[in-house]
Nanobody
Framework: QVQLVESGGGLVQAGGSLRLSCTAS????????MGWYRQAPGKQRELVAR???????NYTDSVKGRFTISRDNAKNTVYLQMTSLKPEDTAVYYC????????????WGQGTQVTVSS
């Protein structure tokens, strides 16, 4: 059974930085895309950034130039480097891994809280 374990969330002041990590463990892990989503209170979960196994990245407009996603395929790990954090970045951040969104190959982490104080 595949599990995604996240780390790196916390409390930071506006303008600060955090780095999130997510590592997949378990047998049968076969995905092409890994990424990060976030959900703020009262809002829908939204894509933050994603990266394919080939290194192609996508970012939501609000984080472009501030966040960087990267991936270590050998370690089944995806990272999200967040800089110039803003209070509106406050949310629970969820790691996702999937293979073309095939339901048999969609995995979510448990979520890690990121809080940015003004």
């Amino acid at each position: 059974q595949v599990q995604l374990v996240e780390s790196g969330g916390g409390l930071v002041q506006a303008g600060g930085s955090l780095r999130l990590s997510c590592t997949a463990s378990g047998s049968g892990f076969s995905v092409n895309t890994m990424g990060w989503y976030r959900q703020a209170p009262g809002k829908q979960r939204e894509l933050v950034a994603r990266i394919t196994s080939a290194g192609i990245t996508n970012y939501t407009d609000s984080v472009k130039g501030r966040f960087t996603i990267s991936r270590d395929n050998a370690k089944n790990t995806v990272y999200l480097q967040m800089t110039s954090l803003k209070p509106e970045d406050t949310a629970v951040y969820y790691c996702n891994a999937n293979r073309n969104w095939d339901p048999l190959y969609v995995y979510w982490g448990q979520g890690t809280q990121v809080t940015v104080s003004s």
